[in-house]
C-alpha cells in the first residue's frame, strides 16, 4: 500500500492561490496513476484531476479546468496540485489518491490509496 501524506492547505482569500503536494511513500511513486480529490462535509467526494504514471497525460474536471494543474515529480516521490484564481466554492478538505490500474477516472471507487487530506479554505 502506498502512503500519502498532502500538505500545503490553508487559508486564502478568492483569487489568490495555493500549492498542494502529496508526498508518497512505501513503494514507487512511478508504478502509481495518480489524482487529486475534494469533499465538503456531508457532500461526495469530488474527483478534480487525474495524471498518468509519467506525467505525460492529464484529466481535469470542469469545476478546475483552467485553474488548477496536477504534475508529479517521481524523482521526489511528489504529487502536485496548482490551485489559481480560488472561489469561496473551492473551499474543502482536499485528498490526494493513487491507484495501481490504468484509468481515466475520477471516480473515488477506483482509486485504492488515500492520504488524510489538507483542508483549503477560501474566504470572499
Known amino acids: 500500500q502506498l502512503q500519502l501524506v498532502e500538505s500545503g492547505g490553508g487559508s486564502v482569500q478568492a483569487g489568490g492561490s495555493l500549492r498542494l503536494s502529496c508526498a508518497a511513500s512505501g513503494y514507487p511513486m512511478r508504478a502509481y496513476y495518480m489524482a487529486w480529490f475534494r469533499q465538503e462535509p456531508g457532500q461526495e467526494r469530488e474527483g478534480l484531476a487525474r495524471?498518468?504514471?509519467?506525467?505525460?497525460?492529464?484529466t481535469y474536471a470542469d469545476s478546475v479546468k483552467g485553474r488548477f494543474s496536477i504534475s508529479r515529480d517521481n524523482a521526489k516521490a511528489t504529487l502536485y496540485l496548482e490551485m489559481n484564481d480560488l472561489r469561496p466554492s473551492d473551499s474543502a478538505m482536499y485528498y490526494c489518491?493513487?491507484?495501481?490500474?490504468?484509468?481515466?477516472?475520477?471516480?473515488?471507487?477506483?482509486?485504492?490509496?488515500w492520504g488524510q487530506g489538507t483542508q483549503v479554505t477560501v474566504s470572499s
Open positions: 495524471i498518468s504514471k509519467m506525467g505525460e497525460t492529464t
Open positions: 489518491a493513487a491507484d495501481l490500474r490504468a484509468t481515466w477516472s475520477l471516480q473515488q471507487r477506483d482509486y485504492t490509496d
